[in-house]
């Protein structure tokens, strides 16, 4: 069996750069390197409403502008399977059945679930009069572990590219895969995560600081982002706040400006942008032992944004003048994606011993049981 590769996006928004560093550029360098069989692209709309439920317009709208971020940044629906997750009716039957395979508790101990429902605001006990907190947990949203097992599973995928945050719902999946060929036999595959190979693509934090780059607190710089906002958007970064003046000895770890530069900055980009220095460690030792002012830098982040961000708009402005190809290409997506997930499930109906109808010995062997009882009978 060939290698397959299942990830894919909320749409509650557009794209950023998080979004980026974290998968999006790995799976388009992945895609081009021909190394895996199949690649499915998931448009998480079903996951996005189960916190959306009041805002479901939200969720509609972003679908296309996550389909424009996907275009835009080079995956290729020739070489990628990009799909709607509503449109695949699989999914939710298999999530269903693995339901049955994963206490309340188990979900409860789940670090990314906590960490998303504090994000969100849920609350199961919020005081009367409380309006920072949003009363309840949707089941949807806290079974997200279970669902996304399903989606993972369903296309039978080997690899699921994401960022570290997502460890423990992989791990999720690998349990309820483990359980579910221990329970009916040797049915699903045990999905491995792909983390990006630079520790600074681990978890992109956002540009006041805070420890990730998020839609709710509104510190994204996003894919489609205009060069002007990109400028702007680094310029109110956040640095080192005991970097005052620049003769004075500033901080790199912890510093957004170097974490991004981390991240994006390759060794070409001095010599077009800042040739005095050879390399990024030595702007940052210049920067440890000062004399080196934060606008500078910023301004060197800014022209590496722009000059990776550029071929990503120019795609960009090419699809958003052909919305109705990019309509046909998600549906052509979702078809062949329902055929995948119709395969994988026929196969866990028959594990689980409830493809009645398809199961002709069942039949056979049932009505030759009951013909020898009405015989005995007579």
Do not use: W
């Not at 397959?4 to 996006?9: F, K, P």
């Not at 502008?65 to 009716?89: I, N």
């Not at 912890?254 to 050879?278: K, M, S």
């Amino acid at each position: 069996m060939g290698k397959i590769i299942l990830t894919g996006d909320r749409p509650t928004g557009r794209l950023h750069l998080g979004h980026y560093v974290g998968s999006l550029r790995r799976r388009v360098e992945l895609q081009n390197s021909g190394e895996f069989e199949k690649i499915f692209i998931m448009i998480a709309d079903a996951q996005a409403l189960t916190d959306n439920a009041d805002n479901p317009e939200k969720v509609r709208q972003n679908v296309i502008e996550v389909a424009l971020d996907y275009l835009s940044a080079g995956l290729d629906p020739e070489r990628s399977t990009l799909f709607v997750q509503s449109q695949v009716p699989q999914l939710c039957e298999l999530a269903f059945y693995y339901m049955n395979l994963v206490t309340v508790q188990r979900l409860q101990r789940n670090p990314t679930v906590k960490a998303e429902i504090q994000l969100r605001g849920f609350s199961e006990n919020t005081a009367e009069g409380d309006t920072t907190q949003r009363q309840g947990i949707p089941a949807g949203f806290f079974t997200y572990p279970i669902s996304q097992a399903a989606d993972i599973t369903a296309f039978g995928a080997t690899t699921v590219p994401a960022g570290e945050d997502q460890e423990p719902m992989i791990e999720q999946t690998r349990e309820i895969v483990h359980k579910f060929n221990s329970t009916y036999g040797p049915t699903l595959v045990e999905p491995e995560i792909l983390l990006p190979d630079n520790a600074a693509c681990m978890r992109l934090p956002g540009t006041d600081g805070k420890a990730k780059m998020s839609k709710s607190l509104g510190n994204c710089i996003y894919l489609s982002d205009t060069a002007d906002e990109v400028k702007k958007k680094v310029m109110g970064m956040y640095t080192d706040p005991d970097h005052l003046r620049v003769e004075d000895p500033g901080k790199v770890e912890g510093n957004t400006v170097f974490t991004y530069l981390d991240a994006f900055c390759r060794p070409e980009h001095f010599a077009a942008y800042l040739p005095e220095y050879a390399s990024l460690d030595e702007l940052k030792a210049h920067y440890r032992r000062g004399g080196l002012g934060d606008v500078k830098v910023k301004r060197l982040l800014i022209a590496v944004l722009n000059e990776v961000l550029d071929p990503i708009r120019e795609r960009r402005r090419h699809y958003e003048a052909r919305i109705g190809e990019v309509y046909a290409m998600l549906e052509e997506g979702s078809r062949k994606a329902r055929e995948a997930a119709a395969a994988t499930l026929d196969d866990v109906r028959e594990a689980m011993k409830i493809n009645y109808f398809d199961d002709k010995e069942l039949i056979a062997a049932q009505t030759q049981a009951f013909a020898e009882k009405i015989k005995n009978q007579e």
